[in-house]
C-alpha cells in the first residue's frame, strides 16, 4: 500500500486547483460543522501536527495563498512542505494548510478513539461492556495508539487528492473558475475549467494509480469500504433520493454526521470516476447497489418509481422523486383553450371546494389555437405530466384540441396519469351542443366529490356539481365590477 506520489507531486500537477487549502480557522469550522468538535480548537492544532496524528500538508508564509499561486509559492521557498521538512513550528509567519481529505482522517480517528456504544456491548452482558472497556483503557496506555490509527491515513489521502480537481467539479456540478499560472507565476491562457476538461481527458490513470500505490481492485475495495461506512453513519440514508437532488450548495449546509457521510459519499464518487477511467467499464456505485439489495436490481425500482433508471442528477425524475415523498405540490394538470377558462375554473372550484388551484394542487396549462397538423400542445402538455395523477380537458370546443386529447393518450407512455374528459364551459354557438363534448350537457362542468372548504379534490367523478358556466361568467363579471357576490349561484 506504498507509493511514490507526494504532496509537491500534487500541487505541481493542478491537484488544488479545484479543491484549495485551507488554514486552521476554516479547519475549526468544518470539524465543528461534523460534529467532531464544539468549541473552538484555533490554538490547539499543533499538538496533533507534532505528534503526526493530523500533521499539515504545508506551512505558508503568505497568507491568504490562493491555490493558482502554489506552485510559484513552492519555486519561490514561500511554501513549506511538511512532509519534506518535518514538523515546523507554528508562528505569525508561518501558518499550516490543510487538505479536504484530511476530514476523513480525523474523523476516523474520533471514531477509533471514541470506541464502540456502551448500549451496543451491553448486548453482551456487562462482563462483554466490561472487558471491552478494560481492553481500551489497556490499548490507550500506550503513547503509540492513536500513531498506529493513522498510519495509513496520509496514503489514502493521497490518493483521493491525485484526481479530486478532476473528478470534484462533476460531483459539485460547479467549477471554481480562475486563471491557471505556472510555477514561473505566467498565466498559461487557460481557466481552471479548460484546463480541468483538458487534464481529464489526457490524464494516464493507470500510471497515476501506479504513483499511489494502488490497482483498480485496491480502489474498489476502498470504495466498499467508504460504503460500508457511510450506511452505518448516514441519518439520511432512506431520504438519500431526494437529497442528491438537492443544490450543492444546500447540501454543504448539512452538519454532524449528515455532513461526514457527505464526505463518504463525495470521496466514494470520486473513486468510482477514477475507477470507471482507469478500467474503461463497469460502476462501483451500481455494483455495490446491487450487492447490498435484494430483490429487483435499484434500476428496476428506480424506473418503477420514478419513471428513470438513473436518479442522480437527472431532473427529469424530480417529479417522481418528490412524490414519492409526498411533496410534489401538483397532483393534476388542467389543460385549457385561453386565460379565460383557467379563471372560470378557478371561480368553480373556489365555490366548490373553498380552496384556490394552487392550494389543490392544480396546474393550468394553456393550449391557445390548435395547429393544423396534429396537436403538438395537447401532447407536450400530456408528455409533461407523467408524473401527475390525472389530466383534466375542461370541455374542448375546437375539432382540433378534441382530436388531439385522444392523439395525447396514445402517446402517452406507461405509467402516465388517466386521461379524463371534463364537460364544457362555454357553449358552443350553434350545431348539436351535445357532439362538442360527447354527449355531455354543454354549459356545464362535472366536478369530483368534494366538502366545501376541506381543500381537496376527492375522488372519482361520481356524485359531482353540475354549475352553468353562465353563472360563473356573470360572478366573474361581477367580481371584475367590485359587485361580487359571496359565491356562485347555480
Known amino acids: 500500500m506504498s507509493g511514490t506520489f507526494t504532496y509537491r507531486e500534487a500541487i505541481e500537477a493542478g491537484c488544488f486547483l479545484q479543491m484549495p487549502l485551507f488554514g ?24 496533533l501536527d507534532r505528534e503526526r496524528l493530523l500533521p499539515p500538508v504545508a506551512y505558508s508564509r503568505i497568507t491568504p495563498l490562493p491555490s493558482i499561486l502554489h506552485r510559484q509559492a513552492l519555486e519561490e521557498g514561500q511554501l513549506i512542505l511538511r512532509d519534506e521538512h518535518g514538523y515546523c513550528q507554528w508562528t505569525e509567519d508561518l501558518r499550516p494548510l490543510y487538505a479536504h481529505w484530511q476530514l476523513l482522517s480525523l474523523a476516523d480517528l474520533d471514531e477509533t478513539l471514541s470506541g464502540r456504544s456502551p448500549l451496543v456491548m451491553l448486548a453482551g452482558e456487562t462482563k462483554q461492556l466490561s472487558d471491552h472497556l478494560a481492553g481500551r483503557a489497556e490499548a490507550l496506555k500506550d503513547p503509540e495508539y492513536p500513531s498506529r490509527v493513522v498510519v495509513h491515513h496520509r496514503h489514502w489521502e493521497l490518493l483521493l487528492t491525485r ?12 467549477y471554481k473558475l480562475e486563471p491557471v499560472i505556472d510555477r514561473y507565476g505566467e498565466k498559461t491562457g487557460l481557466d481552471t475549467e479548460e484546463w480541468v476538461r483538458r487534464e481529464r481527458r489526457d490524464l494516464d490513470y493507470a500510471a497515476a494509480a501506479e504513483e499511489c500505490g494502488v490497482s483498480a481492485d485496491d480502489i474498489r475495495k476502498h470504495h466498499e469500504a467508504l460504503m460500508m461506512k457511510v450506511g452505518r453513519l448516514d441519518p439520511l440514508v432512506k431520504w438519500r433520493d431526494l437529497v442528491d437532488q438537492v443544490e450543492r450548495r444546500r447540501i454543504e449546509q448539512l452538519t454532524g454526521d449528515a455532513r461526514r457521510a457527505q464526505d463518504l459519499y463525495d ?30 436490481s435499484r434500476r428496476e425500482v428506480n424506473k418503477a418509481l420514478y419513471g428513470f433508471e438513473r436518479l442522480r442528477g437527472n431532473r427529469a425524475a424530480l417529479p417522481g422523486i418528490l412524490d414519492g415523498f409526498g411533496l410534489y405540490p401538483w397532483r393534476v394538470m388542467l389543460v385549457t383553450e385561453g ?9 368553480i372550484i373556489r365555490a366548490h371546494t373553498g380552496a384556490t388551484l394552487e392550494e389543490l394542487g392544480i396546474v393550468p396549462h394553456v393550449m391557445g389555437a390548435p395547429r393544423k397538423k396534429g ?37 402517452l407512455p406507461a405509467g402516465a396519469p388517466a386521461v379524463r374528459g371534463v364537460l364544457a364551459l362555454r357553449a358552443r354557438a350553434g350545431g348539436d351542443k351535445r357532439r362538442a363534448t360527447g354527449g355531455g350537457m354543454v354549459g356545464h362542468l362535472v366536478l369530483p366529490q368534494a366538502s366545501p372548504g376541506s381543500g381537496s379534490l376527492g375522488g372519482g367523478h361520481r356524485g359531482g356539481q353540475l354549475l352553468p358556466a353562465r353563472a360563473v361568467r356573470g360572478h366573474l363579471r361581477a367580481r371584475r365590477r367590485g359587485r361580487a357576490s ?5
Not at 386565460?339 to 371561480?347: A, H, I, Q, S
Open 267 to 296: 470521496a466514494a464518487e470520486v473513486l468510482r470516476l477514477w475507477h470507471r477511467n482507469l478500467t474503461g467499464e463497469g460502476n462501483l456505485a451500481e455494483e455495490w447497489d446491487e450487492s447490498t439489495h435484494f430483490g429487483p
Open 375 to 411: 396537436n403538438q400542445p395537447i401532447q407536450g402538455a400530456a408528455r409533461g405530466a407523467v408524473a401527475l395523477p390525472e389530466l383534466l380537458f375542461p370541455g374542448l370546443r375546437q375539432r382540433g384540441h378534441r382530436r388531439g386529447v385522444g392523439e395525447a393518450a396514445r402517446a
Open 339 to 347: 386565460e379565460g377558462d383557467v379563471d372560470m375554473l378557478g371561480e
Open 486 to 490: 359571496r359565491g356562485i349561484q347555480p
Open 163 to 174: 484526481t479530486q480537481s478532476l473528478f470534484m467539479p462533476i460531483v459539485r456540478g460547479s
Open 24 to 47: 486552521t480557522d476554516e479547519l475549526t469550522r468544518a470539524v465543528a460543522a461534523r460534529g467532531l468538535a464544539d468549541f473552538s480548537l484555533s490554538l490547539r492544532w499543533e499538538p
